[in-house]
Structures are given as C-alpha cells and as structure tokens.
C-alpha cells in the first residue's frame, strides 16, 4: 500500500486542484451597461433596415461618425508645430483651461475678467464631474447629498455614490406631456434642506431632451437662491443643443451673473467630436483671488492621486480651435451645422408620423425637446416590439438618440414609431 507521501507524489495535480481556490471566485458577474447592450444587439442583427438609436454620438446624414473639418485643421497644426509629449501639469494645459472658461462663462463674465475662475483640465465630462463630486465631498460645508433630475444621465449616479456623497431625486419629466415639470421641480427645491446641492444639466438635458425655458430657468433660480442651495452645473452639449453657444450658456450665466457660487463640469466631446481625445474641464465660480489660489490648491492635490495629470492631444485641439478666431469661426459653424441636422431630423420624423402615417397621438414633444436625445414616450413593451418587428434599437425607457436618424431611414422610423404606438 502506498504511503500519504508517495500517493501526493504520484497525483500533485489533483491534490493541488483540489486546494487552489481563485482569489476572485466570490466576485458576482456585473450586469451589462444599458447602452453596450444595444449597440451589441445591433450589431447581431443581419437585418438591413436595422438601426442603432442608442449610441450618444453624433453621426453625419450617411450615418458615419463625423470628424469637424476645425479639429482636422487643428491636428495639421499641431503636427507641423512638431511639440513634445511632456507631461501637463496637474491641472493641464493653461491656453486649454482659459479658453474653455471663457467658452463656457462668456469673456465678459466677472468670474472671467475678475480672476476668480479656478479651473482644471478633465478626462472628459465624466472626469469633471468625478473631480467635482469628489471636491463637494471634501469640502462643501452643507449635508453631502446631491439632488439629480428624475431622470437623469445613468452615470451620474455611481459618480456621486463612489464619491460618497449621498443622493436624491427632483422632479424633473413630466411623462403626461413628455416635457418639463416645472411646478413639481420648483416645489422640490424648496421643499429641500436649505443648503442642498442641486445638479442641473445646463442645456440638451439627458436623457430627455426637455430643457426650461429661460422664463423658467429665472424662476429655478430663484428658487435655489432664495433656498440657499449650492449648484452643480453639468454642461456637456453647449453650442450642440441649440446650434449657438452663448443661447446654450443662458442658464450658467445667468446663476453666475445672479449672484450664485457654482461649479461646471463641462465636456467637448460632442460639440467637437472629440469622443475618444477625452477633453474637459471642470470650474469653481470662487468670491476672489485668494479663494481660486486655495480652491486650485486643493482641486491638484484631489487629482494628483486620482491620475496624476490629464492628456494632452485633446486639450491642444480645443485650445489650438478656439485660440484661432479662423478655426473657431469655422467651428461655430460646424456646431451649428450638426444641431441643424439634428433639428431638421426632429421636424421630418414628427411631420411623417402626422402626415403620411396619420398618427392620432400628440408628437408635438419631439421637436419641443432639444439637443442629442429624445425621450420617445414609447413603453418598455413597445421597445421591444420595435426591436422584434422592426429591428430599431434604443434603450428600454424610449430613448432615442436622434443623432442616428438620417434623411435615409427617418421614414422608416416613423412608420416603425406609429406601428408599436397606434393601439
């Protein structure tokens, strides 16, 4: 009979088998993003009328992914000007950060000309708001818990929870009319602590589409003025929503100019089409000079750990195009000309649903609503029939990203629309 030794010695494998067991074993298997999860369906199907009304990326009327001519120009710049790949300070590139302020405030704007603006380079806009969050976190006085928009952007969500700030819900959609609840918003900020923070999504609001009007926007800030609250701007579409930048920059500027200490977090990845350059910026509206040294003091020592400082490409193309007055000029044009097409493809998909499909529901809310997203009003039943029947893909809440509507298949839609909508 073999010994204990001997038979280890024979069989290791099967002994060691046993024992190992992986230190991630007890990790659970995540669920897919929402977003993903169309797009991957999409590409599955082999049907040729297929759509993809899911992804937040704008594309041209042939439905291809679209690079402005401004950045290219810019890029030629840059590669002629021959510069080094030295790393940005912490808080990035200077000609970058005092462009995008201007940009986002107005040239104009006492926190601009005062020196009061202390501002950091982002990855992106979800990078300003994980900065932002982080910094509300550590340093503003009131209770940490933000108010979000019901709805709101998915990511904002695990960006405030992972920065461990609590968070809660205003009204915000109205499903009856597929626009703004402004009587239910209004009465949940004052009904708030006084003191709360407020995220509100500056223009081209997402996922919904539904923007205030600037009448409305005086009355939100009222209200948030007279509450005491604290104002977490997120502006990732300006000049996108509207075609013109300053018109997208109405409400910023107004809580800035009335009186209110906020912060932005701010993108260009639509309005230049700089997705994957990652380029953005995030701001602290401060009381003077001194305030900004101390904010800056302390955004660079939050992002130094986080990822020591940001890249740089993305950053030259948006400081090379607006430090350009040609290549901004010709930027501002191509902004306008994408919210155009995004505009022009609204007014088509509402006018076949009434005109040629006879639809007797009210559409009037698709060419109400603004900028990237439309929020359908299509159930969580008739997505599915649309996906099944008509092989159009779009998140389960009936949003449309209308980015992926071309003068080709808007008919097609709308017929599909009208189809899943008419019992």
Known sequence: MLSAATRIAVNPTRIASRAFVSTWANVPQGPPDAILGVT???????????????????????????????????????????????????????????????????????????????????????????????????FYPGAKKVYVPNPTWGNHIPIMNHSGLELEKYTYFDKQTNGLNINGMLEDIKGAPKGSIFLLHACA???????PTKAQWDQISKAIQEQGHFVFFDMAYQ??????????????????????????????????????????????ACADEAEKARVESQLKILIRPMYSNPPIHGARLVSTVLNNPELKSEWLGEVKFMADRIIDMRNKLRGHLENDFGSKKNWEHITNQIGMFCYSGMTPEQVAKIKSDWHVYLTNDGRISM?????????????AIHNVTKD
């Not at 590409?43 to 992914?65: E, F, H, I, Q, S």
């Not at 930048?245 to 809580?255: E, G, P, S, V, W």
């Not at 906020?262 to 997705?275: D, E, I, P, R, T």
Request: aromatic share 8%; with cysteine.
């Open 403 to 415: 980015a992926g509507i071309s003068s080709d298949n808007v008919k097609y839609l709308a017929e």
């Open 205 to 211: 609001h997402n996922p919904t589409g539904v923007d």
């Open 40 to 138: 991957e369906a999409f590409k599955k199907d082999t049907d040729p009328k297929k759509m993809n009304l899911g992804v937040g990326a704008y594309r041209d009327d042939a439905g291809k992914p679209y690079v402005l001519s401004s950045v290219k120009k810019a890029e030629q710049i840059l590669l002629d000007s021959n510069l080094d790949k030295e790393y940005a300070g912490i808080t990035g590139i200077p000609s970058f950060t005092k462009a995008a302020g201007a940009l986002a405030y107005g040239d104009e704007s006492p926190v601009v000309t005062g020196n009061r603006l202390a501002i950091t380079q982002s990855i992106s806009g979800t990078g300003a708001l994980r900065i932002g969050a982080a910094f509300l976190n550590a």
């Open 239 to 284: 000049g996108f929503a509207s075609g013109d930048c300053t018109n997208d920059a109405y409400a910023l500027r107004k809580f800035v100019d009335e009186g209110h200490q906020l912060v932005l977090a701010q993108s260009f990845a639509k309005n230049m089409g700089l997705y994957g350059e990652r380029a953005g910026a995030f701001s602290v």
